[in-house]
């Protein structure tokens, strides 16, 4: 059976790609705009705040797998830590987590798509589409997931990155000064605001028993996210230099208009180019989660993820119908973030130290036996 | 099998005795039956007059059978290989084998006074209506060896020996077609090729169920992992250095008698656009050719959908330098850009289905009036503008480049669909339609072996022999992908030392 299983597991270095793939997701259009509500030209040093908490985050990750010694996901370890039924009402939470989390990156894509190329076209076009899409990709297997992930990180980086250096032959390198202008509590407000710019690495909890060596991924783990820190530090380095500190106020998604900056003698307006492109950073976190949701549900109540998954992608079709205005969109965007942020500050630290202390006691208490024999 | 199967299945009525067979053979004209009473010897030959080489069969056979029986006093079946020399007569009871390979050119020898054994001479003429040689004309490379395989296969396993020259190539027969009964070998070097691979491709190519194989690209078909995918699973090439390049690798041969076109395999969407004459040339001109040929194969794919997508939706990307011309070659058009695209796509396509079905000389002919002439109308008459022309035409060049013919053909197919994403959702449509190649690219396998390795699952060091082709030192190593048993193909620390400045 292990022997048959090892077929569908990935190399621990992919764990860059599925980590790193599923953080940088439709956020990084517009981070700049809310970060700058809250530190103004110094969200560089909330950035690099929030990408140390992340770090650690991962680190706690790891570090409960290998406490928990047999558990090889959430799933698993919701049950061992906090019993049968606590576990389940946790586990199912988990489960609409991630369906959340497929349901918002779709919609906002969505949003963008429908503001900036096709303002008349319905979201069921475009939400049909790609739920179809979805499914086949998630119908071969994790090991198909995180061959889009592959692309998701490879393709994005080779074609949109490069557009966004263009806009530095406008720079002004003065936009940064005085540094540390704000306090520290703002920066801290500023490091809140951008950990959901972070999230995606959570997934790794439901997809770690798929990672062949699983304790060998940390360092791929750790540099995927320092990776996504590296390219939050451009885009906010870009956007410093090339906005002034009032205008990144009303610029909705200021990457996408950094986007309109570069210029070739044969095409103009690249940010139909990076929009069109974005399917391929988009759809990698919709898979991933997808796949995750349904196989949360086949660890819980066993049930087959050929079944489960059908009806989970209908629900997110129905679902993405009924968000039409922007208000709509970003509450339910604010909501996915907020429950996002305290399982993440929240659940990962408290499941640590748990696993700590139960390995602990457990640990004295079989220290304890030995003394007595 | 189809669902009617359940209505023919009935017992086959095979025949039971010899009379009984000779009795079903004879209704055809070309069975000849020959009887002799030589010196009371009465023995008869039967054969297809059609298989068997009469030249053979007289200076062979009947010369010293009517000569040399006559000295014996008792002669029976096995005293024959005394006097015919015929390598290896066979002597058999078995009326099934003898059917078998009757129908393979063989004669059958029996005599009266011995009605349980009878013998087999093979006089099969091999050659008789193939050609001889084949100048590989369809994979045609300037420099290196232009032999490519013929229909026989005999022919084909000696061209295949004469290169590798290690007892450790082996060839396996296996019999396919329950008509045609066609001889099928899989060729690979032991000690080379990865067992679990080999065991795949035997056991799949002993399941295959099929009547007659025509040609090896229905083998290709049948053993391919998922049928319905546009791509190729598995090169087939009619070169020979192809096929010896991809056995030293560690990959396996598959041949079939009739056929020129030799499949090999666990393919890799790379081994599709490498030619042999990459290795022929300067790694770096080898190399240099190789990344023209892939991004023709980009442009072939996205041309045309790029084309549509800006034209239709994304007007504002075109950059006021070039919005002139366009308007200007565009103004007469009465059709939107799909349309127009589509007609033009589709003009291409007749032309080319039209020159491989005429004959040469006619062909020529047809390129020239179709491309030129047709090309030059359309745009007179405003049915396509002038940059669409240029563009498609392109296209359809960069689509040939590639070295194998089957993924040339796939390559022309993919852009159809593209071209409706595009028409639906303009640039999003295209990337969609991108995502869903690779997924689907992804998901495909050749013999269990992942198809886009090493690009996915990324093995960095098979990227020496992939988009570029390194010098000779630097691919001393076979592929990992294809789990070969032994590493080196030479030693790479021989041919890499280099010695110091004026040394």
Redesign the interface.
């Known amino acids: 059976m292990t022997l048959n299983r090892e077929r569908f597991f990935i190399?621990p270095?992919?764990v860059f790609f599925t980590v790193h793939g599923a953080q940088i997701g439709i956020g990084v259009l517009s981070f700049q705009r809310r970060l700058n509500e809250k530190v103004g030209h110094d969200g560089w040093i909330s950035i690099i705040v929030a990408g140390i908490v992340a770090h650690i985050l991962i680190w706690m990750m790891y570090q409960t797998f290998q406490l928990s010694g047999t558990s090889e996901d959430v799933i698993q370890l919701n049950i061992q830590y906090f019993g049968k039924w606590l576990g389940n009402v946790l586990n199912i939470g988990f489960v609409c987590y991630f369906l959340l989390l497929a349901l918002i990156v779709l919609r906002l894509y969505i949003e963008v798509?429908q503001v900036w190329?096709?303002p008349l076209?319905g979201t069921w076009?475009?939400s049909l589409?790609?739920l179809l899409?979805t499914y086949?990709?998630v119908l071969?297997g994790f090991?198909?997931v995180v061959?889009?992930c592959?692309?998701g990180v490879v393709i994005p980086l080779l074609t949109i990155f490069p557009m966004l250096f263009f806009p530095l032959e406008y720079a002004h390198y003065r936009n940064f000064f005085p540094i540390l202008d704000h306090s520290m509590l703002d920066i801290l407000k500023g490091a809140k605001e951008v950990t959901v710019e972070y999230l995606g690495f959570e997934l790794l909890l439901m997809y770690y028993a798929f990672i062949k060596d699983g304790q060998q991924s940390h360092r791929w783990a750790q540099l995927a996210n320092g990776f996504t820190m590296f390219i939050y530090l451009v885009v906010i380095f870009i956007s410093t230099v090339f906005y002034n500190e009032e205008q990144v106020k009303h610029v909705i998604w200021p990457t996408l208009t950094l986007g309109k900056i570069p210029?070739i003698?044969?095409?103009?307006?690249m940010e139909?180019?990076i929009?069109?492109?974005?399917?391929?950073v988009v759809?990698p976190i919709i898979c991933l989660a997808i796949w995750s949701a349904t196989r949360g549900l086949k660890q819980m109540v066993s049930l087959k993820q050929r079944l489960s998954l059908p009806v989970v992608l209908i629900t997110i079709f129905v679902a993405s119908l009924f968000f039409n205005t922007r208000e709509e969109i970003d509450q339910l965007g604010k909501f996915v973030s907020t429950i996002g942020f305290y399982l993440v500050i929240g659940y990962i630290p408290f499941l640590y130290l748990l696993a700590l202390f139960t390995k602990r006691l457990k640990g004295k208490a079989s220290m304890n036996e030995r003394s007595m024999i | 099998m189809s669902i009617f199967s359940f209505f023919f299945k009935r017992k086959p009525n095979n025949p039971k005795t010899l009379a009984q067979l000779l009795q079903k053979l004879k209704q055809s004209s070309d069975f000849a039956t020959l009887e002799f009473d030589i010196n009371g010897h009465d023995f008869s030959i039967a054969y297809f007059d059609s298989l068997v080489d009469p030249k053979l069969l007289q200076q062979q056979v009947l010369c010293h059978l009517q000569r040399d029986v006559s000295n014996y006093t008792t002669f029976s079946v096995r005293d024959l290989q005394q006097i015919i020399p015929v390598q290896r007569i066979e002597i058999t009871s078995d009326v099934q084998t003898i059917e078998t390979k009757l129908l393979k050119g063989f004669a059958l020898i029996r005599f009266k006074n011995d009605e349980r054994s009878w013998a087999l001479i093979n006089l099969a003429n091999e050659n008789l209506g193939l050609r001889q040689n084949n100048d590989s004309e369809n994979e045609f490379s300037v420099v290196g060896p232009k032999v490519g395989f013929v229909e026989n296969i005999g022919t084909n396993l000696h061209l295949l020996r004469r290169q590798i020259n290690t007892p450790n190539l082996v060839f396996r027969e296996l019999t396919i077609g329950t008509m045609s009964k066609t001889k099928v070998v899989i060729a690979y070097i032991d000690g080379i090729i990865d067992e679990q691979t080999l065991e795949t491709v035997i056991q799949r190519v002993n399941e295959i169920e099929f009547d007659i194989v025509f040609d090896t690209s229905i083998i290709d078909q049948l053993l391919s992992d998922n049928s319905s995918s546009p791509f190729p699973s598995f090169v087939s090439t009619e070169r020979v250095d192809r096929v010896v390049y991809a056995l030293v690798g560690g990959q396996v041969a598959i041949l079939a008698d009739g056929s020129p076109y030799v499949i090999t395999g666990p393919s890799t969407l790379f081994d599709f656009f490498t030619s042999p004459e990459d290795y022929y040339l300067p790694w770096v001109l080898g190399s240099f050719f190789r990344l023209i040929r892939m991004f023709g194969v980009m442009f072939s794919i996205l041309a045309s959908p790029v084309y549509v997508a800006v034209l239709t939706y994304h007007y504002e990307m075109i950059p006021k330098d070039l919005l002139g011309p366009i308007i200007f070659s565009r103004s007469n058009v009465p059709f939107p850009p799909t349309l127009e695209v589509l007609f033009l796509e589709i003009t291409i396509e007749l032309l080319r289905e039209a020159g491989a079905r005429l004959p040469t000389k006619v062909a020529q002919t047809l390129g020239i009036v179709g491309g030129i002439v047709i090309g030059q109308a359309s745009v007179e008459a405003a049915l396509t503008s002038n940059i669409l022309l240029i563009i498609v035409s392109l296209a359809a060049l960069a689509s040939f480049t590639t070295p194998i013919f089957k993924m040339s053909n796939t390559i022309r197919f993919i852009r159809f669909p593209i071209i409706l994403f595009a028409s639906f959702w303009g640039g999003v449509g295209i990337a969609f339609a991108i995502c869903l190649l690779l997924i689907h690219l992804g998901r495909l396998k050749s013999f269990g072996n992942p198809y886009l390795v090493p690009l996915y699952p990324l093995r960095v060091k098979d990227f020496a022999d992939s988009f570029i082709r390194s010098s000779y030192p630097f691919t001393a190593k076979r592929p990992s992908y294809l789990r070969p048993q032994t590493f080196w193909r030479y030693d790479p620390n021989k041919a890499k030392k280099k010695k110091d400045i004026d040394e």
């Open positions: 190399s270095f992919f798509v190329m096709f076209m076009q475009f589409i790609l899409l086949y990709t071969g090991r198909s061959g889009l592959l692309w210029e003698p044969f095409i103009e307006r139909y180019i929009i069109s492109i974005y399917v391929l759809f």
